[in-house]
């Protein structure tokens, strides 16, 4: 097992719990019927969290790390708006495209605040799994691959934390390791424990061994998509059904919310955990997932 393989786990566990958890918004679809064994009818289409995590994943292989000018051109370039990227995504990125300097454009978004969304946190687990291991490197390359497109500290801090957990859940599974929720938790805040998303990750510790409803009650579930509303449910989530993908990527959807963006964060780390099969990504639900486009495979 390399850390590149780690990296393509985690980009299947995202980019399947992305483009599963976006079938819960179209009508009819149950819930229900997906946890007695019956998913929704496929093909899955993926959204922007799967498209940019993809030239996240193609950085790594290619370069083995991030460089944030080449970063922003492969997001301004290869975005699709049908993807479902917000308003403000589209505007940042068109700029880039046009030739505007990315740090201007993302210092410039909401006011001259930047974005606190959790668009930063949604694509880079797979960073977290290159690093396993090594969660300063994580930390810093998660740091440079969120001021791309997001300037506000608590989105920084969001993609932080879930690349640190990527990282940490990847250790445990190269070394065979146990890992409780705990400890998952406890080094997320060794790392992030500033600003309300640094707060909510440490609610999100006392809540363990709570139902799913009442953790996305008091951390949120991304309703609004903000770092701080979305990150502590996602590692609440991610600690508690870490043997368990499916099971992770179901309490997403019971929790309703920015369901393809929650199951893109858990699923990421959690698959850098249990792979592919058994109690990791169902080769079903891999199969039924669009496939991924050219850049992102490899």
Known sequence: MTHLQLCRDSLDGLSVGDALG?????????????????????????????EM?????AELRDFGKIDQDRLASAFAHRYEPYRGYGAGSVVLLRQVRDGAAWQQAAAAAFDGKGSMGNGAAMRVAP???????????????????????????EAVLGAIAVAVAAAEVGRARLSGAGLEPAQLLDAVLDVVATGQTGAGIARARSLLGASVAEASYELGNGARPLAQTTVPF?????????????????????????????????????????????H???????????????????
């Open 22 to 50: 976006a079938q819960f918004f179209v009508p009819g679809t149950s819930v229900s019927e997906l946890v007695a064994g019956r998913p929704p009818a496929s093909p899955w289409p993926w959204t922007d969290d799967t």
């Open 53 to 57: 995590a993809c030239s996240v994943f």
């Open 127 to 153: 960073i977290g799994a290159f690093h396993a291991g090594d969660t300063r490197t994580a930390a810093l390359e998660a740091m440079r691959s969120a001021e791309v497109t997001h300037a506000h500290p």
């Open 234 to 278: 996602t590692l609440w989530a991610a600690a508690t059904y870490l043997h368990d993908y499916p099971r992770a990527i179901i309490a997403c959807i019971e929790a309703g919310g920015d369901v393809d963006t929650t199951a893109a964060i858990v699923g990421g780390i959690v698959a850098t955990f249990t792979g592919i099969g058994d």
């Open 280 to 298: 990791g990504v169902p080769r079903a639900w891999l199969t039924a997932r669009e496939p991924l486009p050219a850049f992102g495979t490899g």
